[in-house]
């Protein structure tokens, strides 16, 4: 009792010592000189009032009753801070006093483990005065001394969690706008169109009348005529709306496949990481012993030993190999390596142990997992539309949907690309003669379709010198056989295109619009839509070769 009382008067003591302005409290200063009084150097300022946020109820002052705590929360950091400085003179391999920003960021994680807070580190990079710079210790100190709040981390998770959705939210709303507004000027721009072809019809069925050209039964022929192309062109543009919802639909859902892919992927790396910590280890204890049993084993044979102590040591010799496989499987199930995972289930198998912890049906999914990704990838690398139909159906017969979600996503997009090219190559083969025919007919044709017709033929391998004069194009045009323009199209790769030729044809196409070319040459309008969908597919291909050469390097 006596002393818990002297323990008390002398903290009393100290307290009144330092408090020189008789305030009945100490302020942030005030305790720095006393406790540097204590302990030789002290602590920073800073630190000071980190502990003071830690230790007193008022955080910016501390009252006689939290002296104690206060001191003893100073005492930890200062002794922390020497241990520190060393560590930190340890990376400070050219001793100038700072070390880099990530070796900084390096420093801090190690320090605080699964505790390390990327939101607070992010802060305080952005506050620095100079971000990217050199990082000293007193920068760097307060951070390090500081007890990681596990409830602070907790809710950074929940407040990304929730800046992700709202990001995935405005992403979608903004999608949805876009498509309104598309839909909403297709559906202006078909008025017009239809509007536009009421007016022309009836301005010619007024001329024939006037002028007396044709008789009733061509009159009428022509608008039966008129009727089915309208037919034909209404049925087109439905099929292609119904075609866009269909994507729009398969886009929504590829992105939500993808959301739960991020949500599993978390929620198996936190699983691995406790179900599969230090296997690499135990694995390699378990080898060990299993090659001092065999040593043990030969010696044995070597000396004649009895038949019970080489029994004994076989049967240990055949758990510690099991044990052996039994990690091994962990391990090449935490690297997700195809072919040790291939390797380690054949093992596992010849053996016949006993799937206890259920770890080989779960490499042998995890190994169907990568064998289909590997196929979907070549299938995607390859670009040829019934194999990637077949690697992406492979993907939902094993209902890998999920952790191949964004995979998935990439070859959806392509897919839609490729049917779209196939589309237009049938259109190019049900392409009409007379169309052609058509084309071929211009003595003086109009500047869409003579610049259309150049694109196209610039993609097909030609100097674009040929097609100045029209001459030329209408003899390009008319030839027949291996040489005609239609085979021609529809034989033409877009990987053995020229990136030159293709940047020109495309400059030529962007002068007009699909409707406006239509509204000229129905023809020439098809050769639009080809040429279009050929530059788009070599450019794709052309990014994804850069972006190969970039990883590479």
Known sequence: MGGLLDERVVLETIFNNYDTDGKGNLSPIQM???????????????????????ACIHGSYCEPSELYNLLQEMDRRFFLIQDFRWEFSMIDVNHKDTISQDEAQWFVQTVHGRHFSKKKWDEFVKCRPVPGSPVAFAEIEVMLCNIPNRLDLQSEKMEEEKEREDLM??????????????????????????????????????????????????????????????????????????????????????????K??????????????????????????????????KEELDKLKNKGGSEEEAKRLRKRLQDERHRKLRYNLKVAIKSRDRYQLDYNITEFKKEKLEDTDMDLVKAEKILKELLVRDDLKRAMTKRELEELEKAINAIKKHGLEVPLAKELGEASKLLTRLKRLERIRHEILELKQATVAEIRSYQNPPAVVHKVMTATFLLLGHQEKE???????????????????KRRCIECKPEKI???????????????DLEEVRDVSAGAATFYVWASAMIEELEDLTAQKEEAKAKAS
């Open 32 to 54: 720095q000189i006393l406790h540097g009084d204590l302990r030789m150097g002290g602590i920073s300022l800073p630190q000071v009032m980190e502990s003071m946020k830690y």
């Open 169 to 258: 939210r405005r992403e979608r709303l903004a999608e949805e706008e876009v498509a309104r507004l598309k839909k909403k000027r297709d559906e202006e721009r078909r008025r017009q169109d239809e509007e536009q072809k009421r007016n022309e019809e009836l301005r010619r069925k007024r001329q024939l009348e006037d002028e007396a050209i044709v008789d009733e039964e061509d009159i009428s022929n022509m608008e039966e005529d008129k009727e089915k192309d309208r037919e034909r062109e209404r049925r087109k543009q439905e099929e292609e709306e119904r075609r866009r919802r269909e994507e729009e639909e398969e886009s929504e859902r590829l992105r939500e496949l993808e």
């Open 260 to 293: 739960k892919q991020r949500e599993e992927e978390e929620r198996r790396k936190k699983e691995e990481e406790e179900l599969y910590k230090d296997v690499e280890k135990l694995a390699k204890d378990a080898e060990e012993k299993e090659k001092k049993t």
């Open 467 to 485: 097609t100045k004069i029209w001459k030329s194009v209408q003899a390009l045009v008319g030839k027949t056989g291996k040489e005609s323009l």
């Open 498 to 512: 020229p990136v030159a030729p293709a940047k020109r044809a495309k400059a030529l196409l962007e002068e007009f």
